[in-house]
């Protein structure tokens, strides 16, 4: 049984960082990708980033450039650090486990992040 738990979401002011944690508990032996997605208030859910057990990362276009994914093994964590924030990125932000084909096997319970302008 794998668990997902975020941390490090909060209010910051435009234009500030946010580094998200997603502690990883359990067996992840089958696990191939991890993902962080976002939802905004009153919109679908969107992948923001995935990274691969080989280290190949992906970027939505909607944070390319202002995000890193990344993964610290020796503590079972997969982080996301997100720069230049907009009030825009106000969202819930969730940790993924996914399926060879990328679809979602695990979700976390999430993590508000709040940019004021």
């Known amino acids: 049984q794998v668990q997902l738990v975020e941390s490090g979401g909060g209010l910051v002011q435009a234009g500030g960082s946010l580094r998200l944690s997603c502690a990883v508990a359990?067996?992840?032996?089958?696990?191939?990708?991890w993902g962080w997605y976002r939802q905004a208030p009153g919109k679908q859910r969107e992948l923001v980033a995935t990274?691969?057990?080989?280290?190949?990362?992906y970027y939505a276009d909607s944070m390319k450039g202002r995000v890193t994914i990344s993964r610290d093994n020796a503590k079972n964590t997969v982080y996301l650090q997100m720069n230049s924030l907009t009030p825009e990125d106000t969202a819930v932000y969730y940790c993924?486990?996914?399926?060879?084909?990328?679809?979602?096997?695990?979700w976390g319970q999430g993590t508000q992040v709040t940019v004021s302008s």
């Open positions: 993924a486990a996914l399926r060879p084909s990328l679809s979602v096997l695990l």
């Open positions: 359990g067996n992840t032996f089958s696990i191939n990708t």
């Open positions: 990274m691969s057990s080989g280290r190949s990362t």
